[in-house]
């Protein structure tokens, strides 16, 4: 079976109408929000991905309102401890802290025969500022009516180069200073989609070492702090996490963007049992970035061990066999 592209949402008008419903009693309520996740992939970029928790980028001072929107009006309950799903790799984190300290979780309340099978279970409404993202900056996101219905007006869906600017920001900056292992998995996994989606020209990078014109545009598009890590996955000359961060401070200190540069070096858990196993004489796999570029790799260059929860091994076995028979 080959891949098939799309040109407009994989995901039928119902779908589509259903899971915004939350987020457009958030706007309704007057607080703006932007779609995210697998959502956004879906609906504005057109990758036909599973459907998991419905994710809201809301502007940090408005997330309790956005909550109070959901709950008064919708049959969703707010809950106060971190799904599972959300917690870091037990091998990487013994403590298995949450990816979303400073995020609102809600659930939804109906009994399962009453749900319809498009309604969001979950719900994490985000502080905008988590993933760097201006939710009030129209330059950066998009509407999407027409084609979805008027009432979705008000709704933002992040661009192509917001997304990923703002994607490889949380990876090479996580707001923590700590490197959360899964929500690197999962965000690389979303670069790589937008890649593989969106992106349809080969050969990626051309015989004189240049990205063919479209990848180039792309590239040029993003931050400049961005850019090498971007190009990194697509040229498959990642070399680390810890390169990666490095490369980008230097350019953040070259950009005059002192403090940014000089803030403390996060840290990385993942290093650390690392070399803890290594001292153990156990097998390690090193979590690194994806390379679309050669469409043989999604997220790791060795085998990792498979994600423990069903939705995000999901996620990681669709992602990686479409790379696989797309190479």
């Known amino acids: 079976m080959g891949i098939h592209f799309y040109d407009s ?41 599973e459907m998991f928790a419905l ?32 917690l870091d790799f037990e091998f990487m984190d013994p403590d298995q802290w949450s990816c979303f300290p400073n995020s609102i979780r809600l659930e939804l309340t109906l009994p399962q025969s009453s749900r319809h099978e498009d309604d969001p279970v979950d719900i994490y409404i985000h502080p905008a500022s988590w993933f760097y993202f201006d939710v009030k900056d129209d330059s950066r996101s998009v509407s999407l009516v027409p084609p979805l219905a008027p009432a979705n007006s008000a709704l933002r869906f992040p661009t192509r180069t ?19 292992g899964k929500l690197d998995a999962i965000l690389f996994t979303y670069i790589s989609y937008i890649n593989l989606y969106t992106l349809r020209a080969f ?3 051309l015989p004189n070492g240049d990205l ?29 996490w810890i390169d990666e961060v490095t490369a980008r401070r230097a350019v953040l200190e070259s950009m005059g963007r ?9 840290k990385d858990r993942c290093c650390t049992w690392k070399k803890g196993s290594q001292a ?16 043989k790799a999604l997220l790791v260059r060795n085998p990792m061990p498979t994600p423990p929860n069903a939705a995000i091994s999901r996620a990681f076995t669709r992602a990686q066999n479409i790379l696989r028979k797309r190479g």
């Open 203 to 205: 050969p990626r990078v």
């Open 212 to 240: 063919e014109p479209e990848h180039a545009a792309v590239s040029a598009s993003l931050k400049p702090e961005n850019r090498r890590l971007w190009e990194s996955n697509i040229r498959n000359t990642y070399k680390g």
């Open 9 to 49: 949402c994989p995901m039928s008008p119902m779908t589509t109408e259903t899971r915004l419903k939350p987020a457009r009693a958030i706007t309704h309520a007057g607080v703006p929000c932007l779609v995210w996740a697998e959502d956004a992939l879906s609906f504005a970029h057109f990758v036909p991905t």
């Open 162 to 180: 917001a997304f990923l600017d703002s994607l490889i920001s949380n990876i090479l900056d996580p707001p923590t200073g700590v490197r959360h």
């Open 280 to 295: 153990r004489g156990l097998h390690t796999s090193t979590l690194v970035g994806s390379s679309a570029s050669s469409s």
């Open 55 to 86: 994710q809201l980028l809301i502007p940090d001072k408005d997330i309790e309102r956005a909550a109070q929107a959901i709950t008064s009006s919708l049959p969703y309950r707010r809950l106060t401890e971190p799904h599972k799903d959300w």
């Open 258 to 266: 002192v403090v940014e540069a000089r803030k403390p070096f996060p």
